[in-house]
């Protein structure tokens, strides 16, 4: 198993534009050889200031670096205090999203009133590889925001 480290929100504020889409955190592999990691777990929760009926589309999904959007950049977090610091980056609370979106990797619907983990075995991991972003990306069905806290936990190889 290779290192893993986490990408960490808290407290971001989605779109409130129905079927708008949001990436509220992001795994960001350089344009360099070597770089590239397997997204093992998802988690996303809602704050209680989020509307009682809100419905969310969750979804993973994955672009190259050529327009990556505009977003707060963050240092991924070993989960071994002992293990170097990533060759993958990390950004969240994006302002500008990334242009160049496919297919989604993994999606789910969720309600308000729920919270979301999910986790991959490495053989059945999305794969982040050289010059790619992979997004965790939410969609609001109807017209109001909601704030939102969790993670993303990667593993290089």
Known sequence: MGRQFAVSFRNVL?????????TIAAVIAADTAGHRCRIREIALGFADDAPA???MGVSLQRTDNTGAGTKT???AV??????????????IDYTAEPTTYGNPLWAIELHRQN????????????I??????????TT????AAATMS????????
Do not use: K, Y
């Not at 982040?128 to 990306?137: Q, Y």
């Open 128 to 137: 982040c590889n050289r010059n790619e972003t992979i997004g965790l990306v």
């Open 115 to 126: 919270s979301l983990i999910q986790q991959w075995a490495p053989e059945d991991a999305p």
């Open 73 to 75: 950049p963050f240092t």
């Open 78 to 91: 070993p989960l071994d205090s002992l293990s170097l610091a990533s060759i993958i980056s990390g950004g």
């Open 53 to 55: 009926d809100l419905n």
């Open 150 to 157: 969790g993670h993303i936990i990667f593993e290089e190889f």
């Open 14 to 22: 989605g779109d409130a534009v129905a079927d708008a889409d949001t």
């Open 140 to 143: 609001p069905r109807t017209a």
